[in-house]
């Protein structure tokens, strides 16, 4: 397939996230790609080292031409510099436009928050005639409550006006489910032609098994329950070390909860933590590269992903569980919605309703008392489901029909 497309992104390499993974495909695949993005400072708010509000403003990746827009920081993740990044960037992205070379035969977004990131793209598109596809991995202004707590009704009033504006005036959208998809067309008033349903995809590398020595003789011994990702309010994981401490009260004495990642949320769970007296019962381990997190997940008895009680998150589908069904491990979900749906339909792990403490408990119970060779039926199992359902090859070329010919 052969297409000139130009990715609008907040978030890119050397942050981690999945458009980096995306942008490489479409190169392999013959595209010609040009990628709008901004300064990394994800998730900490500093800037990545070789980085600074001085640039670079312009780099390669892969054979892709990468163009930086100035951001504020996050600094802290203080709700303050959240909202100033998540009105910042767009701003002095669509200030950016200019420099961009052109040629493009489309444009696309990959539309984590704020859905304010793709106002430049809407912007670039409609002045030179070209389609633009918005891929919505977070729902707004549903996503931002989950992480801002935003009371006023005007102020909702104004951000659910804006989201529906934003989303209008995509002429393609990509959804990660079904039921996202519906939402969107019922938001929008576009056909389900115009709205496609593509999961997200896992890398290849999550679904091959990496032993670490080290990792095995630090936490060796202990059965490890492993999340990997960001910690937001939207994960519930104080909800989570709950639930760790009242099974190991109840007999999963080994129960070990390990964290992989960081994120606003981790000051603040390491603050209950210690209020609880967790002890070895959980650990920080903080953020790695996304190649190294099959070393965590070759190491976990079980994979943990869960999200707050929101019926909006339940329509989206984390990238998360593709690489842990990758992984071949069973995968233990507290969610609502297309997530849960996606594990029960898979047999591939023990699923609880969102934010039920007392019933993730419970399943944390089961798996650990479960014989290991049911435990590896499971893991199985949700192999299997990767396999049928999130391949990458397969996923990219969708994407990229989509993108370029609507279809």
């Not at 490489?24 to 990545?48: A, H, M, Q, R, T």
């Not at 780099?59 to 510099?81: I, Q």
């Not at 912007?123 to 030179?128: D, I, N, Q």
Request: glycine content about 8%.
């Amino acid at each position: 397939m052969a297409g000139r497309i130009l990715v609008v992104t907040q978030h890119f390499w050397p942050e981690n996230f999945r458009i980096n993974d995306i942008v490489e495909g479409f190169l392999e695949d013959g595209l010609s790609v040009d990628v709008l993005c901004g300064l990394p400072n994800y998730p900490k708010g500093e800037w990545f080292d070789g980085y600074s509000a001085r640039g670079p403003w312009e780099e390669t990746y892969h054979g892709a031409r990468v163009f930086r827009a100035r951001e504020w920081p996050r600094k802290g993740n203080t709700s303050v510099n959240i909202f100033l990044n998540y009105i910042s960037w767009p701003l002095y992205a669509a200030a950016a436009l200019h420099r961009l070379p052109g040629g493009y035969d489309a444009v696309f977004c990959f539309n984590t928050s704020p859905v304010l990131m793709c106002w430049p793209a809407v912007r670039y598109a409609r002045k030179h005639h070209i389609p633009f596809t918005n891929y919505v991995l977070d729902l707004w202004p549903e996503n931002l409550y989950s992480v801002l707590p935003v009371q006023n009704g005007a102020l909702r009033a104004v951000a659910q006006k804006v989201s529906d504006s934003l989303y209008k005036k995509a002429d393609r959208l990509i959804a990660m489910s079904e039921p996202l998809q519906q939402r969107l067309c019922q938001r929008t008033g576009k056909s389900p032609r115009q709205v496609a349903a593509i999961p997200q995809y896992c890398e290849d590398f999550y679904a091959v098994p990496q032993r670490d020595a080290a990792l095995e003789a630090q936490f060796g011994g202990r059965f490890n329950l492993v999340f990997t990702g960001t910690m937001t309010p939207a994960q519930s994981l104080d909800m989570v070390l709950r639930a760790v401490l009242d099974a190991r009260a109840a007999g999963a004495e080994n129960l070990h909860l390990l964290l992989v990642g960081d994120g606003m949320s981790r000051e603040s769970l390491q603050a209950l933590a210690r209020e609880l007296n967790a002890g070895d019962a959980v650990t920080f381990y903080g953020s790695v590269p996304a190649r190294e997190i099959p070393k965590f997940t070759a190491l976990a008895d079980a994979l943990l992903i869960s999200l707050s009680d929101s019926p909006d998150l339940g329509l989206t589908v984390p990238g998360k569980l593709a690489s842990y069904m990758a992984a071949g491990k069973p995968v233990v979900a507290s969610m609502n919605g297309a997530g849960q749906a996606a594990v029960a339909e898979s047999g591939g792990g023990l699923v609880s309703p969102a934010c039920d403490r007392q019933a993730l408990a419970d399943n944390l119970l089961r798996l650990y008392a479960m014989p290991a060779g049911e435990r590896a039926a499971l893991g199985a199992r949700a192999k299997a489901y990767y396999q049928a359902h999130y391949r990458r090859a397969e996923l990219l070329r969708r994407l990229e029909t989509f993108i370029l010919q609507g279809e």
